[in-house]
């Protein structure tokens, strides 16, 4: 573990994945860090040149303590649907004494109580947090992002736009604002927190990692509406809106049909639940407004969301959805 006010030594799980690789990179970029996938010994995904490569057998946590030995912070991002592997990555950092822990957020606000009570999958966050804090041998920094961008704008059932089909289903009237962000923004994210100091230096007592111990940080890409979202799509797809079929869907009953799917064993009742809660016309979605960002600290830029739309719309033209 680096005894300097900087963190060097970075673990990452989900190194290749959709988020973690834009993390990666970003990273390696600064020149500032060592990063370290940590990955299944089965595990097919690919590594930018410089990363080390830590594997680990779930079934057998003295591996991942092994492979956390050292390091000075611990990434972790995983698929909604891996339960149980970030209860052993948490206890295998405070066995191995990491001192910080990002866990798997990358989320809506789940600090929002809304939020966390209507959708199930956002309920393990809070806890994972405090679990953290139990263990007291790590601090825990939650990043939180919104929903990515380009992912969700390319499913259908998401961000309710289908820019392929030229069809939009606005909840409510389709004016709620939320906070998204997207995968390079995310990247450059964690790469400008890790890489602030760890106590203040200098004059600016707000640089620091001390500033977001235990706590939450806010960033995002645009707090946007699915209006502003299909007005980017039109613009992309050289498309008027009289070329489109639009309807409009009271977003309470869309959060109901979508956990009556659920109950009925459909996947895809599962997305149109979890999204359209975030579109509630309570404000949760926006927490931009409700607790401002850290992007200007960590000195994010501002982004064209045309340019988010268009890799949007070229994800969904190679995906199944």
Same mark, same amino acid.
């Given at each position: 573990?680096?005894?300097?006010?900087?963190?060097?030594?970075?673990?990452?799980?989900?190194?290749?994945?959709?988020?973690?690789?834009?993390?990666?990179?970003?990273?390696?970029?600064?020149?500032?860090?060592?990063?370290?996938?940590?990955?299944?010994?089965?595990?097919?995904?690919?590594?930018?040149?410089?990363?080390?490569?830590?594997?680990?057998?779930?079934?057998?946590?003295?591996?991942?303590?092994?492979?956390?030995?050292?390091?000075?912070?611990?990434?972790?991002?995983?698929?909604?649907?891996?339960?149980?592997?970030?209860?052993?990555?948490?206890?295998?950092?405070?066995?191995?004494?990491?001192? =910080?822990?990002?866990?798997? &957020?990358? $989320?809506?606000?789940?600090?929002? +109580? /809304?939020?966390?009570?209507?959708? *199930?999958?956002?309920?393990?966050?809070?806890?994972?947090?405090?679990?953290?804090?139990?263990?007291?041998?790590?601090?825990?920094?939650?990043?939180?992002?919104?929903?990515?961008?380009?992912?969700?704008?390319?499913?259908?059932?998401?961000?309710?736009?289908?820019?392929?089909?030229?069809?939009?289903?606005?909840?409510?009237?389709?004016?709620?604002?939320?906070?998204?962000?997207?995968?390079?923004?995310?990247?450059?994210?964690?790469?400008?927190?890790?890489?602030?100091?760890?106590?203040?230096?200098?004059?600016?007592?707000?640089?620091?990692?001390?500033?977001?111990?235990?706590?939450?940080?806010?960033?995002?890409?645009?707090?946007?509406?699915?209006?502003?979202?299909?007005?980017?799509?039109?613009?992309?797809?050289?498309?008027?809106?009289?070329? =489109?079929?639009?309807?409009? &869907?009271? $977003?309470?009953?869309?959060?109901? +049909? /979508?956990?009556?799917?659920?109950? *009925?064993?459909?996947?895809?009742?599962?997305?149109?639940?979890?999204?359209?809660?975030?579109?509630?016309?309570?404000?949760?979605?926006?927490?931009?407004?409700?607790?401002?960002?850290?992007?200007?600290?960590?000195?994010?830029?501002?982004?064209?969301?045309?340019?988010?739309?268009?890799?949007?719309?070229?994800?969904?033209?190679?995906?199944?959805?």
């Amino acid at each position: 573990m680096s005894s300097s006010n900087h963190i060097k030594k970075v673990a990452i799980v989900g190194a290749g994945g959709n988020s973690g690789s834009y993390m990666t990179k970003a990273l390696l970029e600064t020149g500032k860090h060592t990063v370290t996938a940590i990955t299944r010994a089965e595990s097919n995904s690919k590594f930018p040149e410089g990363v080390e490569i830590k594997q680990v057998d779930y079934e057998d946590i003295s591996t991942i303590v092994d492979a956390l030995r050292g390091q000075d912070a611990l990434v972790i991002t995983l698929s909604v649907f891996a339960h149980g592997q970030q209860e052993k990555l948490i206890q295998a950092a405070a066995d191995a004494n990491v001192p =910080w822990v990002l866990p798997n &957020e990358w $989320s809506p606000d789940t600090d929002n +109580a /809304g939020l966390v009570k209507d959708i *199930g999958a956002f309920q393990e966050k809070p806890k994972i947090r405090a679990m953290v804090q139990q263990l007291g041998k790590s601090s825990y920094i939650s990043v939180v992002t919104g929903f990515w961008y380009e992912w969700s704008l390319s499913i259908p059932l998401a961000y309710g736009i289908d820019s392929l089909k030229h069809e939009a289903t606005l909840f409510d009237e389709g004016d709620t604002m939320i906070s998204t962000s997207t995968w390079p923004q995310v990247g450059r994210a964690v790469a400008g927190l890790l890489s602030l100091p760890i106590r203040p230096e200098g004059d600016d007592k707000d640089r620091c990692l001390e500033r977001f111990r235990n706590g939450l940080v806010y960033v995002s890409s645009f707090t946007v509406s699915q209006k502003d979202m299909l007005e980017s799509a039109l613009r992309v797809t050289g498309t008027k809106m009289d070329d =489109w079929k639009i309807i409009k &869907e009271s $977003s309470s009953a869309r959060y109901d +049909a /979508g956990s009556e799917a659920m109950k *009925g064993g459909d996947r895809m009742g599962f997305i149109k639940l979890m999204y359209t809660r975030v579109f509630y016309p309570d404000g949760s979605g926006n927490f931009e407004q409700s607790k401002g960002t850290a992007n200007e600290l960590l000195e994010l830029p501002r982004e064209d969301l045309d340019e988010a739309t268009k890799a949007a719309i070229e994800r969904q033209k190679n995906s199944s959805w």
